[in-house]
């Protein structure tokens, strides 16, 4: 009885391995003709769901926008987009699978700096443009000359949080607790880290934790008996929520600031709206902007997702498949290397974010905002110039 | 003064929840010989009963909490005895390996379900108990901390109360010892077994909703980090030995709170793993456990 059935298994594989690739093939070629193909990977679930949602939703706005205006270059666009859970390692295989399957003529990812790196080396590789909305961390784009950017990078975003504290907060020491496991906070520590010194700031602790962990309060013990006048945490909300919450249960009642990565609702839930008072965080757009273009959008995005408001995940996300757009309709074709060029040329484009120009790193250089978070709501207090 | 204070009485409070936890790993291993891996999952089950049932009461006073803090745990212990009858009990009398990867199989499947059904993102957990830090001189304490403390040592001391005093307790040793003769002296090895699986997941449940009461921030896939903590916390103080358990929960608290304290933040969880590399090296048998003699 047993021996057919071992038999059979190797040739069904075979008939369905083959059944597989004709589909892909097949499938490809016909929808190539009256469709452009754009992948994005995001983390819509898990750890930082609410950052890839968001650009997802910035994503999809665009997308639709851009399709209902009658498509680019005669075609309409087509999002094939995929989920990586927020996990390592699942962002490479899907960029693959985009590339070498659906053969998609650019891809858009991702939030964090971390997961966008994993994927920009075989991008770069494939000669397919990346185009990441929200990765803050230089290192991302230096992998090659098809990996772009439509944010700020940290270098940038550390200095102003330095200038923050020295001009608007009024401190003198500072304590810095850095997430060990997250690229993006790595390197926004050692840009805020050398703005603050050179600034001639003084750095009384300097405390690291692993993303993911719940427990703080051994580091922020240390901190309190550093006697910092402020505590800067380049983290992620769902680690810096438990954190203030545990500093302010410790009687720590100095201001504590970040970075882009607290942009989340969930800090609130998370951290405790009386725990978040004295708190604040750069990031890339305001929904309370008094901008045209960004208040165009923020006025879409209600309407489409049932009166949400926009925060700067959504607006990078919008700005992303924009910036796409406007390159292939200047380059007049999706082959390479005529679009990277024109991506590479983009010049004071106007987004949501405002007015987007790539420069010789292919990053952007644009404005900041800082928010503060006052009985539960989030506040605009001031817009930097880059 | 006030700093190594605070620093000692976080450490506890960290090692009270390694020690619950660990009290889990170290009943069933003292019974069954075996280490229940899907036991951090069950704990995972336990923070979300808790995190439903106290949606659904209305919070904030003592009683509530409590009524959460049973009901979850009710809810784990039925859990518990369901996974024992469906995933362990066909393995009876196999090796013990095949029983261990069954664990880990288990293990997975309540992740992966937990991802399916309560969605893979990170949720809020409401305050159960009412919260008060309490401050005396520069040091602070919270009621959370406190909670946790006093339920460790009351399940703790319950425990031991139940294995060394009680008729089933007695029956669990005796399983322990020789499970043959426990049968043939009148014992029905399958009750106590299910009982023991109850028991060890009731006080995951217990350690769960202690946890995400004191970090209140759960999602599937919590169990994990804390449950291999607690299984350090379990071997360091002697594996199947409740006593050392809580003792060996405590201990690593300190040594964690400690790295932290004199500077090596980075390195928090590598040290925590290399204790348990040091002590199967040096004192396999943990703080408090018996050397034995493997006959072969």
Redesign the interface.
Known sequence: MRRPQIRILPVAALAAVALLAGCSKTGGDAAGASTIKVGEFASL???E??FGTSSHEGTLLAVEEVNAAGGVLGKKLQLVYEDN??TPGESLTIAKKLINNDKVIAILGEVASGRSLEVAPFAQQSHIPQISPSSTNPAVTQVGDYIFRVCFIDPFQGKLLAAFARNTLKVKKVALFSD?AAPYSVGLAKFFKEAWLTGGGELVSE????G????F???L??I??AGAEAIMIPGYY?DV??IV?QAR???ITVPMFGGDGWEAP?LI??AGAENLANTFYSTHFSPTSTDPLAQKFVAAYKAKFNGKVPDAMAALGYDSVMVLVDAIKRAGTTDEPQLRDAIAATKDFPGATGITTLDANRDASKSAVIITVKDGQFHYLETVAP | M??LL??LI??L??GAIYALIALGYTMVYGVLRFINFAHSDVFMIGAFAGYFLARALPGGSVYAGLAVLLGAMAICALLGVIIEKLAYRPLRGRSTLTVLITAIGVSLLLQNLG?RIF????R?FPALFPVH?F?FG?V?L?SAQIVVFVVAMVLLFALRHIVLHTRIGTAMRALSFNPVAASLVGINNDRVISFTFALGSALAAAGGIL?AS????I?PLMGT??GMKAFVAAVLGGIGNIAGAALGGLALGLV??AV??F?G??Y??AVAFAVLILILLLRPEGLLGKRTVEKV
Not at chain 1, 212 to 215: H, P, V
Not at chain 2, 119 to 122: I, L, M, Q, R
């Open positions: 679930t898990g750890k769901a609410t859970r927020s060990v405390v690291k934790y692993t993911g962990d719940k427990d309060k051994a580091q013990t240390v309190k008996n769902n929520g438990l919450a249960q410790l009687g969930e839930q998370i | 006030t700093e605070q620093q976080n450490g409070a960290l991802q969605g893979p993102n990170p809020s830090q401050h520069g602070v919270s946890y004191n970090y209140p921030s999602d980090l804390p964690e709170t932290v304290a500077g933040s980075t928090r969880d």
